[in-house]
């Protein structure tokens, strides 16, 4: 059973910066393609950055030059450094795990094959 734990959210003001952490297990040795999605109150939830297991990453054009994904293997980890932070990335982020890499997940859209965390809360304040 694939379970993911994030970490790292909090409040800070703009221009700050936060570090998310997932720790992912249960992967069983298989391949998955690893991501941030974040959901803001009203809204859908929207991919942030994608990877895979050879480190190609892919990035929303909102946070492109600002946020970036990385990810331990050894560790069974994900990250998110996330730097000059604005009051629109308010929002609960994401981590999920997909085995599929989607035509749905290469535009950074939620799969119904992903697994996903509890998330964990990022407020940026003006």
């Known amino acids: 059973q694939v379970q993911l734990i994030e970490s790292g959210g909090g409040s800070v003001k703009a221009g700050g910066s936060l570090r998310l952490s997932c720790v992912a297990s249960?992967?069983?040795?298989?391949?998955?393609?690893m991501g941030w999605f974040r959901q803001a109150p009203g809204k859908e939830r929207e991919g942030v950055a994608i990877i895979n297991s050879y480190g190609r990453t892919r990035y929303a054009d909102s946070v492109k030059g600002r946020f970036t994904i990385s990810k331990d293997n050894v560790k069974n980890q994900l990250y998110l450094q996330m730097d000059s932070l604005k009051p629109e990335d308010t929002a609960m982020y994401y981590c999920?795990?997909?085995?599929?890499?989607?035509?749905?997940?290469?535009?950074?859209?939620?799969?119904?094959?992903?697994?996903w965390g509890q998330g964990t809360q990022v407020t940026v304040s003006s």
């Open positions: 999920s795990a997909d085995r599929y890499y989607s035509a749905q997940l290469a535009s950074l859209r939620p799969t119904s094959t992903a697994y």
């Open positions: 249960g992967f069983a040795g298989r391949t998955y393609f």
